[in-house]
């Protein structure tokens, strides 16, 4: 079988297919032949005279019989292989149609990577809940800051309204993304604070 992949290749189910059916000719054709010869030796030992002659009828008779019984397992062997080529084919072919030509394997991997990108993005109700969520916390640093410092509420109503307008303005929004705004707004307020 390896042999007959490095000739016809690993997915040549036609050339294959014309090899088995060539070979399952010639395997009948050998099996008729020794059917043949199993029938001759046995009509000679039945109609041998002599103790030697049929003894040696006997042993060319059970010879032909054991090689018509091999070839049947040649040919049982060689049919199962056929019928696998051809379920193969098969498969191979409706794996081509249904991924246009690309293989299911191909198209496993690509639902895979879009997986996985669709898990590194939030979708459109995350990233609005994130968003929203951002700007509650900066409302919150904003009133939470001195009252007196009227500067610092400015800092970080500015910082607010351009990391919002960046955020809003993403077509995808990543975890990331409200990740790094937040600590903009960490810094931001440590830097306050001193």
Do not use: C, H, P
């Amino acid at each position: 079988m390896d042999l007959l992949t490095l000739l016809y290749g690993d997915k040549q189910y036609d050339a294959m297919s014309k090899y088995y059916e060539s070979l399952r000719q010639n395997q009948m054709q050998e099996l008729d032949f020794a059917r043949q010869q199993a029938e001759f030796w046995k009509k000679r030992w039945d109609e041998a005279e002599g103790e030697q002659d049929a003894k040696i009828f006997e042993e060319n008779y059970r010879n032909a019989v054991t090689k018509v019984r091999d070839l049947v397992a040649q040919s049982a062997k060689t049919i199962r292989e056929e019928f696998i080529n051809s379920i193969e084919g098969i498969f191979d072919e409706l794996d081509k149609k249904l991924s246009n030509g690309k293989g299911m394997d191909y198209l496993s991997l690509e639902w895979d990577l879009i997986n996985k990108n669709a898990d590194e993005y939030l979708d459109t109700i995350n990233a609005a809940f994130a968003v929203q969520e951002l700007e509650g916390k900066f409302r919150k640093a904003i009133n939470n800051a001195d009252i007196t410092n009227i500067k610092a509420q400015k800092q970080l109503k500015a910082l607010m309204d351009e990391q919002l307008a960046n955020l809003r303005a993403k077509e995808k929004l990543t975890q990331y993304d409200v990740d790094r705004a937040e600590k903009l707004l960490e810094i931001e307020q440590a830097r306050i604070a001193l």
